[in-house]
């Protein structure tokens, strides 16, 4: 079993900024892709950044600029640096990761952390 657990949402002010975790545990034999998506109130869910073991990070548009994604192999970890939020930023967002275990490889989610942004 695996579980993947976000942290770091809150409450900002627009034009601050947030910092996202999410740890994975568990069967993991390795992780491939790491990403981030978020689900706005009313909308669909939708995609934020990716991160490949190795090579090149992907980013939604309304993330390019002002979000990175990051990661740490060592510890099974992706971060989301959320820079001059705005209030559309407003969503739960969820963590991914597809893993590698005994079973073959899955994609897992998070329980999603709570990011609003108001004044």
């Known amino acids: 079993q695996v579980q993947l657990v976000e942290s770091g949402g809150g409450l900002v002010q627009p034009g601050g900024s947030l910092r996202l975790s999410c740890a994975a545990s568990g069967s993991i034999s390795a992780i491939s892709r790491m990403g981030w998506w978020r689900q706005p109130p009313g909308k669909e869910r939708e995609p934020v950044a990716s991160v490949p073991t190795i090579g090149t990070t992907e980013y939604a548009d309304h993330a390019k600029g002002r979000f990175t994604i990051s990661r740490d192999n060592a510890k099974n970890t992706v971060y989301l640096q959320m820079n001059n939020l705005k209030p559309e930023d407003t969503a739960v967002y969820y963590c991914?990761?597809?893993?590698?275990?005994?079973?073959?490889?899955?994609?897992?989610w998070g329980q999603g952390t709570q990011v609003t942004v108001s004044s």
């Open positions: 991914t990761s597809a893993v590698w275990t005994e079973r073959g490889l899955q994609d897992y």
